[in-house]
T-cell receptor
Framework: GAVVSQHPSWVICKSGTSVKIECRSL??????MFWYRQFPKQSLMLMAT?????????EQGVEKDKFLINHASLTLSTLTVTSAHPEDSSFYIC?????????????FGPGTRLTVT | GESVGLHLPTLSVQEGDNSIINCAYS??????FIWYKQESGKGPQFIIDIRSNMDKRQGQRVTVLLNKTVKHLSLQIAATQPGDSAVYFCAENYGGATNKLIFGTGTLLAVQP
């Protein structure tokens, strides 16, 4: 089946610094990828849709200048949390639909645990 | 905005029993529904899906039922095993030009040996 990886799996950073999270589709091309955030014991909340070769589409309430998304190739999307604060500590998960942006089924990455101290 | 919700946040069952996890959705325009299993510290894992033109779909030990009249979705797990212990989420796809998934609040399934 389709495989999506994330790197790193966990990261600890100091408040005020920036951290980059990578999402890769390993065996398929993804023109669209999705980024979610999940706080402990809560559901996944869609943050943004990453579009290869164009700007990301952010959900309402998500600061685009704080969460920078770059989808530079058909297999890689990156999420950069800028000027991180402790409240940004969360589990960040990406997903990608094999077969194109309108494919219903999405495969999820294993997630990245971000802790901001 | 519209959201998908679950009735039971925690479900405890005995090993071997059948489990039923419920989900209510509010967007009548949603045309595709998915159940995901999420183990601690991992990403969601696809279990089964159903399109809005169906009312039932079966997989291996799992069955999804869709009742569009009352906007209700359920996941049935037969002969529940300890390995089924996880959080289960339903998700709806709004369809059309967007491929966004909206997740429900989740149900923790705890299987007692």
């Amino acid at each position: 089946g389709a495989v999506v990886s994330q790197h790193p799996s966990w990261v600890i950073c100091k408040s005020g610094t920036s951290v980059k999270i990578e999402c890769r589709s390993l065996d398929f091309q993804a023109t669209t990828m999705f980024w979610y955030r999940q706080f402990p014991k809560q559901s996944l909340m869609l943050m943004a849709t990453s579009n290869e070769g164009s700007k990301a589409t952010y959900e309402q309430g998500v600061e685009k200048d704080k969460f920078l998304i770059n989808h530079a190739s058909l297999t890689l999307s990156t999420l950069t949390v800028t000027s991180a604060h402790p409240e940004d500590s969360s589990f960040y998960i990406c997903s990608a639909p094999p077969g194109g942006g309108l494919a219903y089924e999405q495969y999820f990455g294993p997630g990245t645990r971000l802790t901001v101290t | 905005g519209e959201s998908v919700g679950l009735h039971l946040p925690t479900l405890s069952v005995q090993e071997g029993d059948n489990s039923i996890i419920n989900c209510a959705y509010s967007n009548s325009a949603s045309d595709y529904f998915i159940w995901y299993k999420q183990e601690s510290g991992k990403g969601p894992q696809f279990i089964i899906d159903i399109r809005s033109n169906m009312d039932k779909r079966q997989g291996q030990r799992v069955t999804v039922l869709l009742n569009k009249t009352v906007k209700h979705l359920s996941l049935q797990i037969a002969a529940t095993q300890p390995g089924d212990s996880a959080v289960y989420f339903c998700a709806e796809n709004y369809g059309g030009a967007t491929n966004k998934l909206i997740f429900g609040t989740g149900t923790l399934l705890a299987v007692q040996p």
